[in-house]
């Protein structure tokens, strides 16, 4: 005969499958807390809180910003890292947190691949090469060829060591066979007041922040980083049509839940991002913000952030770069 625990034990066994069927069913029963790992006001932060409103009005689900910065994104990634896996906590997470950080830190306190079920990439965000007007370039080629004429000579500027504009420097000098210095500076503003001002030559920037310092005429656009002309300047060449094939250095957004999350949950949270991502009013946003709308299923962007991770592994040891 069976003692009691092993009837309950049974009992439960038999139990839970229909009691996950329910709990899919009713999910969410309450808000999603969304980490974003910066400040408010940032890209990715708008893009959060863009979606928020478009989430309750397709999917009639709540999704709450939780903004934690701090140390490079790895302050809200491991906290969503270690977060219940029960669907209530999502992650925002960026190539930084995801792709550079865990070639970047010998130690992070996260897993970006282990510890992290990925729900779909939101967007990826090309950046522009541009100039100080007093540099005599005006395309990839002369750049290089300048670069080359005066090795160790020419800076350029980011919003930080680790940061995704410095790889770009760092994978044009790896390209072309240049030594351009890097400089880093403390956010993106700085960066480009600094650009501006002729304290340095050069910048990897998003087209949002920098398109208007162009047209003003207080610097010149060289270049597109993505790996095709990009919808939003499509005029504008891009550095893999300059002479470097292959050559692409873009920021990306995607959502993730901790790892263990229940693949109904992970279903669920894919159709609805992908409803919002996929409108044409919201594609049309993105796309003003400098970003291209780049929705798809949990496996793909599984694939993609471990092709990411193996990408910059060898950029980022080569470079010799350090966390801030």
């Known amino acids: 005969m069976f003692n009691r625990s092993a009837t309950a034990a049974l009992a439960l066994a038999v139990l839970s499958p229909a009691a996950v069927t329910v709990h899919a069913q009713s999910y969410?029963?309450?808000?999603?807390?969304?980490?974003?790992?910066?400040?408010?006001?940032?890209?990715?932060?708008?893009?959060?809180?863009?979606?928020?409103?478009k989430l309750m009005e397709t999917g009639g689900i709540q999704l709450i910003v939780d903004n934690r910065p701090g140390g490079g994104t790895v302050v809200g990634a491991e906290l969503a890292a270690h977060a219940a896996?029960?669907?209530?906590?999502?992650?925002?997470?960026?190539?930084?947190?995801?792709a550079i950080n865990p070639n970047l830190y010998p130690k992070l306190s996260y897993d970006a691949v282990r510890d992290f079920q990925p729900i779909t990439k939101i967007a990826s965000i090309p950046y522009i090469l541009v100039v100080h007007p007093s540099l005599p370039v005006r395309t990839v080629k002369d750049l290089v060829a300048l670069a080359k004429a005066r090795p160790g000579q020419l800076n350029f500027a980011s919003s930080g060591n680790g940061t995704p504009g410095q790889l770009a420097g760092v994978m044009l000098n790896e390209a072309a066979g240049i030594e351009m210095v890097h400089i880093p500076y403390k956010g993106s503003a700085p960066?480009?007041?600094?650009?501006?001002?002729?304290?340095t030559q050069l910048i990897f920037s998003s087209l949002t922040s920098t398109l208007p310092l162009v047209k003003s005429g207080r610097l010149r656009a060289i270049a597109m980083t993505s790996a095709k002309r990009s919808p939003i300047n499509p005029a504008m060449?891009?550095?893999?049509?300059?002479?470097?094939?292959?050559?692409?250095?873009?920021?990306?957004?995607?959502?993730?839940?901790?790892?263990?999350?229940?693949?109904?949950?992970?279903?669920?949270?894919?159709?609805?991002?992908?409803?919002?991502?996929?409108?044409?009013d919201f594609k049309a946003w993105l796309m003003d913000q400098g970003a291209d709308a780049a929705p798809g299923t949990p496996d793909e962007f599984s694939a993609f952030v471990k092709s990411e991770i193996a990408r910059y592994a060898p950029l980022v040891r080569k470079s010799g770069m350090r966390p801030d």
């Open 85 to 98: 896996p029960d669907g209530y906590t999502i992650f925002m997470g960026t190539n930084t947190s995801h």
């Open 191 to 199: 960066a480009l007041t600094a650009l501006v001002s002729g304290e």
């Open 28 to 53: 969410p029963a309450k808000p999603i807390r969304c980490i974003v790992p910066f400040p408010p006001g940032g890209g990715t932060d708008l893009v959060a809180r863009a979606i928020a409103p």
């Open 237 to 280: 060449p891009t550095i893999a049509e300059s002479g470097y094939p292959g050559f692409e250095a873009i920021t990306w957004y995607g959502l993730f839940l901790p790892a263990g999350a229940a693949p109904a949950i992970v279903a669920r949270l894919n159709t609805e991002f992908v409803k919002v991502l996929s409108a044409s």
